[in-house]
């Protein structure tokens, strides 16, 4: 079986396995293995400071609602009094529902650092347009190019198998080892607090101040 048949069937299996939870997440049903182990190692893509005392893993679908939601409602509410203050630094972690989703996640793995979460809250504020969209590879393409990207890198970005295999090595590690099942889901400092699907930025903060007064 070549690889190219490999990582359709892992696509296919990505796609069947979304599901909605009841507790305003996006869920997974199923652990999926890349297609070959990883040889590339995703670098942290960081919002906030890097010497911030409060660390959030943040694992994101680029295709599930309810990230949109954090991303488009409550993030904006929290970055002022957070991240611009450096108390509190962002890492997103790569966790895609489907098959669309992981070319988002690839895409954006390819932008240049800084425009990193430029793209990604782009995707996310436009999300019913693209995702549901004739072609949202190409639409994809077209957000990457406002950032930087040229369309030929773009294509090669989506092509590149050894980062496919690393965004979907990123996802089944944390389905193993943290036990995500859904998204999104937001771990802080290293699981001294865990917070599961959509959260108001009340009950957002709520969770960071009780972690910054342990701090101190």
């Not at 070959?36 to 694992?59: M, N, Q, S, W």
């Not at 996640?105 to 996310?124: H, I, Q, S, W």
């Not at 999300?127 to 406002?146: H, S, V």
Request: proline share 5%; net charge neutral.
């Amino acid at each position: 079986m070549t690889r190219r048949i490999v990582l359709l069937f892992i696509l296919v299996a990505l796609v069947a396995a979304v599901a909605v939870t009841g507790f305003g997440g996006e869920r997974a049903n199923a652990v999926v293995e890349p297609a070959v182990a990883a040889t590339t190692k995703l670098p942290d893509r960081v919002l906030g400071k890097a010497d911030a005392p409060v660390v959030v893993e943040e694992y994101v679908s680029l295709t599930c609602s309810h990230c949109a939601e954090f991303y488009n409602k409550t993030l904006p509410e929290l970055e002022p009094k957070y991240v611009d203050t450096g108390k509190v630094k962002f890492i997103l972690r790569d966790f895609p529902l489907d098959g669309t989703a992981l070319k988002a996640a690839v895409l954006a793995r390819c932008m240049p650092e800084d425009m990193f979460y430029p793209f990604v809250k782009t995707v996310y504020k436009n999300l019913k347009e693209w995702a549901t969209g004739e072609n949202p590879e190409k639409t994809l393409i077209q957000y990457a190019r406002l950032g930087g990207l040229s369309e030929d890198k773009a294509k090669a970005c989506l092509a590149d198998k050894s980062l496919q295999d690393a965004v979907l090595a990123e996802r089944t590690t944390a389905t193993e080892k943290m036990k995500i099942e859904a998204t999104p889901t937001f771990i802080i400092n290293y699981g001294a607090e865990k917070i599961e699907g959509g959260k108001t930025a009340a009950e957002f903060a709520a969770v960071l101040d009780r972690v910054l007064a342990k701090g101190k």
